[in-house]
């Protein structure tokens, strides 16, 4: 077994393992590879695997925060490792080399997320569980119908919006979402970069609404062939208690069913209880959970 840096030419693989490992999850080849052959400035992002036999056994990324005003806060995101490669200390040697990655970085804090099972593992290598994670799917067959907005509400396909609108709506919805660190940090050229940029992304299904020539509600759509993932659902809190939200993510799963779309998914902290009623209300299902996990680095 070794393990190596992520090279462009894993994307394949990485994504192999992830839908084996994680199903739920929802990130392409090109989205991939694009984040290993350029990642964006400022995150110090590093990505491992663990190979076997020429094959990608093992998954892990170690980066600083850049979204969160909170200081020296880094990320280990999606260690997984194969089922069949598990006990062999593969998981081990992944997540040593991501904390010794984010130590040289000189991070203070560390958060990664585990699914249930895995919390025992989580806690014998010092991380203490958070925020519980729900994933949650919808089929997309037959599609939601398409709803009538009220008067003075336009429901929009962000195609040949100004991304920078969109950005600031991102942000001013993201500021009070549930976690462990405030999201109140995120700048323009990282937004492109996650976001607008992201080959993922689909600009005819992600919808925005617009009131009055303002953007007020958005729901942006990331997409892998016929499998989605809900980026990002939100409404500016002066204009939230309207319906906003839900009505921009039944217009996105809409267009997105009609652009080949079969399954939807998303997740949310189980602290978020508006969106999580209006996940049940669109007929999502839990299909898994996981938890946010904390270590203080020494």
């Known amino acids: 077994m070794l393990i190596r840096t992520a090279r462009p030419d894993d994307a394949p693989g990485v994504v192999a393992l992830r839908s084996l490992v994680h199903p739920y999850l929802v ?26 036999d020429g094959q990608v056994v093992g998954w892990a990324s170690a980066y600083r925060n850049v979204e969160t005003s909170e200081p020296d806060f880094g990320e280990i995101s999606t260690l997984h490792v194969h089922p069949e490669h598990r006990g062999r200390g593969t998981g081990t040697a992944l997540l040593t080399t991501a904390l010794a990655h984010l130590r040289s970085l000189r991070a203070r804090r560390v958060r990664t997320w585990a699914q249930t099972d895995s919390l025992p593992y989580a806690r014998r290598h010092g991380f203490i569980p958070s925020r519980e994670l729900r994933y949650s799917a919808l089929d997309l067959h037959p599609a939601p119908p398409m709803p009538e907005p009220p008067t003075g509400v336009r429901l929009l396909p962000i195609t040949g919006l100004d991304p920078y ?40 299904a992600s919808t925005v609404a617009e009131m009055d020539g303002a953007l007020v509600a958005l729901s942006l759509v990331k997409r892998d062939g ?24 039944q217009v996105a799963l809409h267009r997105a069913a009609g652009r080949g779309v079969r399954t939807a998914y998303t997740s949310n902290d189980e602290a978020n209880a508006p969106m999580l009623a209006i996940n049940l209300r669109l007929g999502y299902r839990p299909v898994a959970s996981g938890w946010s996990c904390l270590h203080e680095l020494h």
């Not at 990130?27 to 076997?52: F, K, L, N, Y």
Request: hydrophobic letters at 35%.
């Open 27 to 52: 990130r392409g080849v090109a989205s991939t590879r694009q984040m290993i052959a350029q990642p964006p400035d400022g995150e110090d992002w590093t990505a491992w695997v663990a190979e076997t």
């Open 226 to 249: 016929d499998r989605m993932w809900s980026d990002f659902t939100a409404t500016r809190p002066e204009h939230r208690g309207r319906g906003l939200a839900r009505l921009t993510k």
């Open 165 to 204: 609108q969109i950005y600031l709506l991102d942000v001013a919805a993201a500021t009070d979402e549930p976690g462990d660190v405030p999201v109140d940090a995120t700048s323009y050229s990282y937004w492109r970069f996650a976001s607008w940029d992201n080959p993922g992304l689909d600009r005819d």
